[in-house]
């Protein structure tokens, strides 16, 4: 049985630590039930009697961050142009952390989104959920009038990525593990792109990065983006949202 109700959580503006922790808690805790489910079908499968069925949840979390910058596995620390000195001035962080990718930056006015799902409970495809998480971001900033797309070879979401100006106006970087994920996706809304200055964004040297503030020439209101994007990705993974 699939389950496609997703709780959804606004932790608001959050130390990356705390936050952290907090995704690898429930992330944890579904790796654990789906174990238990996998002894149950083998408990099935060996002739005793099936149980209650079992479960597993799904989170959506949206968020901000104070600044602080994150390497993935796949990352090269001196993509980070800056010491612990030039962190402490900046008033930034520094984490490597276990999604994939390179290194990007959060800080305030940047909207993050960590869906915490048990793929089993959509599609096990871990490329159509990159190309989904994509897709949402692209129709949330079509709402705005932006037109948005992919570049070919990165994840992420681009503006005029079929011409010298492509810039990058979402970051993108999944950690999965028995088809439940965790970490996700930052959409530059309101952000201060000065601090991308301080990192080669993602590993891309010759590429420019985009804030939807920017491109409207206005701030926007985050808490109608979070209204947008949150359905924008209901539509698009058939989901359920609650809370």
Same mark, same amino acid.
């Given at each position: 049985?699939?389950?496609?109700?997703?709780?959804?959580?606004?932790?608001?503006?959050?130390?990356?630590?705390?936050?952290?922790?907090?995704?690898?808690?429930?992330?944890?805790?579904?790796?654990?039930?789906?174990?238990?489910?996998?002894?149950?079908?083998?408990?099935?499968?060996?002739?005793?009697?099936?149980?209650?069925?079992?479960?597993?949840?799904? @989170? &959506?979390?949206?968020? +901000?961050?104070?600044?602080?910058? #994150? %390497?993935?596995?796949? /990352?090269?620390?001196?993509?980070?142009?800056?010491?612990?000195?030039?962190?402490?001035?900046?008033?930034?962080?520094?984490?490597?952390?276990?999604?994939?990718?390179?290194?990007?930056?959060?800080?305030?006015?940047?909207?993050?989104?960590?869906?915490?799902?048990?793929?089993?409970?959509?599609?096990?495809?871990?490329?159509? @959920? &990159?190309?989904?998480? +994509?897709?949402?971001?692209?129709? #949330? %900033?079509?709402?705005? /009038?932006?037109?948005?797309?992919?570049?070919?070879?990165?994840?992420?979401?681009?503006?005029?990525?079929?011409?010298?100006?492509?810039?990058?106006?979402?970051?993108?970087?999944?950690?999965?593990?028995?088809?439940?994920?965790?970490?996700?996706?930052?959409?530059?809304?309101?952000?201060?792109?000065?601090?991308?200055?301080?990192?080669?964004?993602?590993?891309?040297?010759?590429?420019?990065?985009?804030?939807?503030?920017?491109?409207?020439?206005?701030?926007?209101?985050?808490?109608?983006?979070?209204?947008?994007?949150?359905?924008?990705?209901?539509?698009?993974?058939?989901?359920?949202?609650?809370?």
């Amino acid at each position: 049985m699939k389950n496609k109700r997703v709780e959804y959580q606004d932790w608001g503006l959050i130390d990356y630590k705390e936050a952290w922790d907090k995704q690898e808690n429930l992330f944890s805790a579904s790796v654990q039930l789906k174990t238990q489910l996998r002894n149950k079908q083998l408990a099935v499968a060996a002739g005793q009697e099936p149980e209650d069925d079992i479960l597993t949840p799904n @989170y &959506l979390v949206f968020c +901000e961050h104070p600044h602080v910058y #994150t %390497l993935g596995k796949s /990352g090269k620390a001196d993509h980070l142009l800056l010491d612990e000195a030039g962190l402490k001035e900046k008033n930034a962080v520094y984490y490597p952390i276990n999604r994939g990718g390179d290194i990007t930056y959060h800080g305030p006015g940047q909207l993050v989104a960590y869906p915490i799902l048990d793929l089993d409970n959509f599609f096990t495809d871990i490329h159509l @959920y &990159l190309r989904t998480l +994509e897709e949402a971001v692209i129709n #949330t %900033l079509a709402h705005y /009038g932006i037109t948005a797309g992919r570049y070919p070879g990165y994840t992420g979401v681009w503006l005029d990525a079929d011409n010298e100006h492509a810039r990058k106006i979402c970051a993108m970087g999944v950690r999965c593990s028995r088809w439940v994920t965790m970490h996700g996706l930052a959409l530059n809304v309101n952000a201060n792109l000065d601090y991308f200055k301080n990192i080669v964004p993602c590993g891309i040297e010759d590429k420019a990065v985009a804030s939807l503030n920017q491109e409207l020439g206005r701030d926007v209101d985050l808490n109608e983006v979070k209204k947008i994007l949150k359905q924008e990705i209901s539509v698009l993974f058939g989901m359920e949202i609650f809370g």
